[in-house]
């Protein structure tokens, strides 16, 4: 099947952690996304990388780092995890800003429980 | 700074009828604008995406129109039926091509 997709579904772990997500997509795309939905579902992006170099940083705290071995997987890793860690977050891409039809697609989403 | 606002928050109908959803933005210089569904527990599907040079798209029964110079744009959905419950959100990507959600329309066809 062509799509996004993220593992694990769900993740839960105790403070003060550190956990991965990771994402790939095989719709030939150059653009992938990091996305948080907080406890009130609300969508607020965090990352974007561009065939694999950063072209969007959100303020995220540094404790969330990206990574992007390949324009297919973009992973991310966050360290020394906390309460206001637990939200759902989605992975999406899309042909690059730029190129007139730049939809975006998103993963099924991974939640984490931060304890 | 976009800000996207989605009237209304809830909307609760019978099978059957047409609906409007809302969407504003504040900073009309946008790109693009992408109506999504999310289900209860689930990802975020496509719907629709109007670029910023056109006025509309359709997709069976949705049609989404885009009015830049207002700042809004439009879901109307067509005999709605009890499948089409869900999130719909709404997200203009803005010049610095960062995408911008509104908080969503909480949809519940009833039959």
């Known amino acids: 099947d062509t799509a996004v997709s993220q593992t694990p579904k769900y993740l839960v772990t105790q403070m003060g952690n550190d956990k991965s997500i990771k994402c790939e997509q095989n719709l030939g795309h150059d653009t992938m996304y990091w996305y948080k939905q907080d406890s009130k579902k609300f969508l607020k992006i965090m990352f974007s990388y561009n065939n694999k170099e950063l072209i969007i940083n959100e303020t995220v705290p540094n404790r969330f780092s990206p990574k992007s071995p390949d324009k297919a997987h973009l992973n991310l890793h966050i360290n020394s995890l906390e309460l206001g860690d637990s939200a759902v977050y989605f992975c999406?891409?899309?042909?690059?800003?730029?190129?007139?039809?730049?939809?975006?697609?998103f993963g099924p989403g991974t939640r984490l429980t931060v304890l | 700074k976009q800000e996207v606002t989605q009237i209304p928050a809830a909307l609760s109908v019978p099978e059957g009828e047409n609906l409007v959803l809302n969407c504003s933005f504040t900073?009309?210089?946008?790109?693009?604008l992408q109506w999504f569904r999310q289900d209860p527990g689930k990802g975020l599907t496509s719907l629709l995406l109007i670029q910023s040079s056109q006025r509309e798209q359709t997709s069976g029964r949705l049609n989404a129109s885009l009015d830049k110079s207002s700042g809004r744009s439009t879901l109307y959905i067509a005999a709605s039926q009890p499948g089409d419950s869900a999130t719909y959100l709404c997200a203009a990507r803005g010049g610095s091509y960062i995408p911008t959600f509104g908080r969503g329309t909480s949809l519940i066809v009833h039959p």
């Open positions: 999406a891409s899309s042909q690059p800003a730029g190129i007139n039809y730049n939809e975006q697609f």
């Open positions: 900073d009309s210089a946008i790109y693009n």
